[in-house]
């Protein structure tokens, strides 16, 4: 059974930065799936970013309303997986979940591709 935590949420002012951080980023340092996704009440969970890691090196994945602000990375030395978010927009305010695959393949933003989750950590951006 393998756990996530999220860490990182809080309130910010138009253009501001933050930085997400998610543990454990993964138990096979050589293949994996993970993702970032944010949901507001009442609305379906949105993918936001994910990261593919495989033998041969990885590749990265954005939503379009993300691409050029946002940037997903893993650290190895700490097993954690970052969202660093910049340029951030009141639009951005959400609950932020980071996601992890069972399998290693990483062909979708499908909420239900992916198996373990954390709790949430929430963003807050003001005008």
């Known amino acids: 059974q393998v756990q996530l935590e999220e860490s990182g949420g809080g309130s910010v002012q138009a253009g501001g930065y933050l930085r997400l951080s998610c543990a454990p980023a993964?138990?096979?340092?050589?293949?994996?799936?993970m993702a970032w996704f944010r949901q507001v009440p009442g609305k379906e969970r949105e993918g936001v970013a994910r990261?593919?890691?495989?033998?041969?090196?990885?590749?990265?994945f954005y939503a379009d309303s993300v691409k050029g602000r946002f940037t997903i990375s893993r650290d190895d030395s700490e097993n954690t997986l970052y969202l660093h978010m910049n340029g951030l927009k009141p639009e951005d305010t959400a609950m932020y979940y980071c996601?992890?695959?069972?399998?290693?393949?990483?062909?979708?933003?499908?909420?239900?591709?992916?198996?373990?989750w954390g709790q949430g950590t929430q963003v807050t951006v003001s005008s």
């Open positions: 996601a992890r695959r069972t399998a290693y393949a990483c062909p979708t933003f499908d909420p239900d591709d992916y198996n373990y």
């Open positions: 990261l593919h890691h495989f033998i041969g090196g990885s590749e990265t």
């Open positions: 993964t138990i096979n340092n050589k293949r994996s799936c």
